[in-house]
């Protein structure tokens, strides 16, 4: 992930764009149906609970592991997956992958994280618009939650406001294999994340409900001896901001 370095004030004409009908908005009826060929994954309804980084709780064992496409074929051998489910507060992500080398060493959030190893989450919650979320966590768990106004190709992300009390995103990573500090020899980790849907606004179309439909992709970036390897989910070109390549994301009952 790499963020347009458009002028700020770009952006917020952007964003004033979304309360007027431009030619992104499409009739509703654009959100009920997959297109086919287009990867889907159905999140199922489930009660509240606390993330700790290793997907022990039951709620994970409702659904299977869905796994990610490594993009460049003479990359780093390693395995990456994901799963989802989501209660009326939130959508929480397991991310799960293998791996030799701990490479990360930013102790702060809202860096750039895409320049070590990292897992990513875009959401794009409803069509009519072209804004989406993305969130990026890297081993040491450290995040970047932004929201991408993305207009032909423009896009500059921006960070959340009051980002505290009900809006804060709940997260925790685990190393296996290894400890969790960097340039560590490990054989895998994994981050397990929740995302309230306060944190969203003003993305539309959400809390979800039985039926909602939401477009989703899921990365993952490994830089391991300075070679750098890509994973994604729904197959996308060059770059990861081509949302209009987001795979289904379905939100089932109990």
């Known amino acids: 992930m790499r963020p347009s370095t458009r002028l700020a004030t770009a952006a917020l004409a952007a964003l004033a764009c979304v309360a007027a009908p431009t030619r992104y908005d499409r009739a509703v009826s654009a959100q009920e149906k997959p297109a086919a060929g287009r990867p889907s994954v159905t999140a199922p309804l489930v009660d509240d609970f606390q993330v700790n980084g290793t997907g022990d709780h039951a709620s994970w064992t409702r659904v299977p592991w869905t796994p990610l496409r490594r993009r460049q074929p003479d990359g780093h051998p390693y395995d990456t997956r994901f799963k989802t489910v989501y209660s009326t507060t939130g959508i929480y992500f397991l991310v799960d992958g293998t791996d030799r080398k701990l490479t990360a060493t930013m102790a702060e959030d809202f860096m750039d994280l895409w320049n070590e190893d990292v897992f990513e989450v875009f959401l794009w919650t409803d069509e009519r618009y072209p804004i989406y979320f993305e969130y990026e966590i890297s081993p040491l768990n450290r995040e970047l939650p932004i929201l991408i106004p993305n207009f032909d ?11 505290e009390k009900d809006r804060l995103i709940r997260k ?44 989703l992709n899921v990365y993952r970036m490994d830089h391991d001896e300075g070679k750098r390897t890509q994973w994604d989910w729904a197959p996308v070109g060059e770059s990861f901001h081509e949302y209009q390549k987001f795979g289904d994301l379905l939100f089932g009952n109990r």
């Open 153 to 163: 190709g423009q896009f500059l992300g921006w960070r959340p406001w009051h980002y």
């Open 172 to 215: 925790a990573t685990s190393v296996t294999g290894g400890p969790k500090e960097s340039g560590a020899a490990i054989q895998g980790w994994r981050a397990e994340f929740f995302f309230p849907y306060t944190v969203l606004r003003p993305l539309q179309n959400v809390p979800p409900k039985p039926g909602t439909r939401w477009r």
